[in-house]
C-alpha cells in the first residue's frame, strides 16, 4: 500500500542503490492527506536476521513503514534484503517511495581463496620470438648504422683486421 499523491514516480528503478533506511527525498511531493512537506518518518521497524548452517549464508530482513510526521498517514512499506555468502554478498530493495534496487558484489575473503574471482585470469604473455645469430648481429649493425649516421660519424671497416669495425669522426 501507499499514498501515490505523496510520490513523484512510485517504485522508480534505482539501479544498485539499496537503502536499509532513510527516505528518497528526491521522490517526495508531500503528505497527500495533510499537505506536510516534512519527510516522512519510519515507524514499525522490524528486522529478522536468519543464518544457514549448510551452504554458509546468513541473511537480514529490514522492514519498515515510512509515515507523516504531522497526520501519521501511510506513505509507502519499505523492505530491505541482505544476503551474506560464502561466495557474493545481495542486496535487494523495494519501496514504492525510494524504488527498486538490486546489488550483487563477490565476496573478498572467497576472491582472496580463488574461489569467486569476478573476473577471469590474463592471458599468459606470448613466447619470446626465436632469432638466429645473424638476424641478431645484422639487427644490431644496422643500429650502429643509424647511430653513427645521426653522430655524423662514417665507419671505417676493412674487413682484413681482426679488430672490427673502427668509427672516424670528422
Known amino acids: 500500500m501507499c499514498d501515490k499523491a505523496s510520490i513523484r514516480e512510485p517504485f522508480v528503478q534505482r539501479g544498485t542503490t539499496c537503502l536499509d533506511a532513510g527516505v528518497y527525498a528526491a521522490n517526495w511531493l508531500g503528505c ?59 542486496w535487494l530493495m523495494e519501496c514504492a517511495l525510494c524504488g527498486r534496487g538490486a546489488d550483487e558484489r563477490a565476496a573478498l575473503a572467497a576472491v582472496a581463496a580463488g574461489r569467486g574471482a569476478p573476473w577471469p585470469d590474463p592471458p599468459p604473455p606470448p613466447p619470446p620470438r626465436a632469432r638466429s645469430a645473424a638476424a641478431v648481429a645484422a639487427s644490431s649493425d644496422a643500429r650502429l648504422a643509424r647511430a653513427a649516421a645521426t653522430l655524423g660519424v662514417e665507419s671505417d671497416d676493412d674487413d682484413d683486421d681482426e679488430c672490427g669495425t673502427f668509427w672516424v669522426f670528422s
Open 32 to 90: 497527500g492527506r495533510c499537505g506536510s512537506s516534512a519527510l516522512p518518518a519510519a515507524a514499525n521497524l522490524r528486522v529478522e536476521e536468519e543464518e544457514d548452517s549448510d551452504d554458509g549464508e546468513a541473511a537480514e530482513e529490514t522492514e519498515f513503514e515510512h509515515r507523516c510526521r504531522d497526520c501519521n498517514a501511510l506513505v509507502a512499506t519499505h523492505f530491505h534484503r541482505f544476503v551474506a555468502g560464502p561466495l557474493a554478498r545481495r
